[in-house]
């Protein structure tokens, strides 16, 4: 469903990706792993059209997509959901969800995609009038999730979906995951320093070190390999 290759990332004179090539299947959950710094936010955005790729190619359901601009690729079913989240403080959680179906006019399919996110969090109905700063952090990552899956992606890239949440938010918020990709059928690129967990639920997974993608396997194989064990797994 998407290709990348050979992607090439500059910020000024510095290089933030060399030469990353990575793939994911249609219906998949594929995870990208690695140490702060490694460049997994620069390939989500590249991919996003939010960062400028200076070589490479990437291609979604056959199409060249490098360097289209952003609200081209939303169009084209892909959405992204930001590290930190980024809701809008000030905007109430139903205003939040409005915000990312703003390139739907139709009101009465707008309505219907928010019944969709509410069927997955049955929270942010219960908080729709409530101002997104005032969520928890876990709240307001199920609000970020949600506010993506408005634009009624066919993928879905998740950057670090755990970061900064209580424990038993992160489960729940993995289970939403797995749910959004068996029922709604939405392929998952997903970033996560939670290496156990990410790879628990993925089907392949990609492993990336300073800018370069430096192993590659099924998930379950990667989650036995000694490297990635004493790398990323904790022994
Ligand atoms: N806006 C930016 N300007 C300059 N360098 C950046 C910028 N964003 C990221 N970088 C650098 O690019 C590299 C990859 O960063 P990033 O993609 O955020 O990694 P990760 O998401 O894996 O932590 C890092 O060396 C980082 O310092
Ligand atoms: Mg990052």
Redesign the pocket.
């Known amino acids: 469903m998407l290709q990348v290759e050979n992607l090439g990332v500059n910020?000024?004179a510095?290089t933030?990706l060399h030469d990353v090539s990575l793939r994911v299947e249609k219906g998949a959950i594929v995870t990208l792993i690695?140490a702060?710094?490694?460049?997994?936010?620069?390939?989500l955005r590249a991919v996003s059209g939010l960062q400028k790729a200076r070589a490479g190619k990437v291609t979604y359901q056959g199409r060249d997509i490098t360097n289209l601009p952003p609200h081209e690729i939303v169009k084209l079913g892909i959405s992204h959901v930001p590290?930190g989240r980024m809701v809008f403080a000030n905007l109430t959680v139903l205003e939040n969800l409005k915000m990312g179906a703003y390139l739907q006019r139709d009101k009465a399919a707008i309505r219907r995609e928010m019944e969709h996110v509410f069927a997955v969090f049955p929270r942010l109905k219960e908080r729709e009038g409530q101002l997104a700063g005032t969520l928890s952090g876990g709240e307001q990552q199920m609000l970020a999730i949600g506010r993506a899956l408005m634009s009624r992606p066919s993928f879905l890239m998740l950057d670090e979906p755990s970061l900064g949440i209580a424990p038993l938010l992160v489960k729940t918020i993995f289970e939403k995951i797995v749910q959004i990709n068996r029922e709604q059928g939405i392929t998952i690129l997903l970033?996560e320093q939670n290496a156990n967990l990410a790879l628990e639920i993925s089907k392949f997974g990609y492993v990336?070190e300073t800018?370069r993608i430096t192993l590659s396997d099924e998930a379950k194989a990667l989650k036995q390999n000694p490297q990635v064990r004493s790398a990323y797994l904790g022994g």
């Open positions: 910020y000024g510095i933030a690695g702060n710094g490694a460049g997994k936010t620069t390939t590290e970033v990336m800018g």
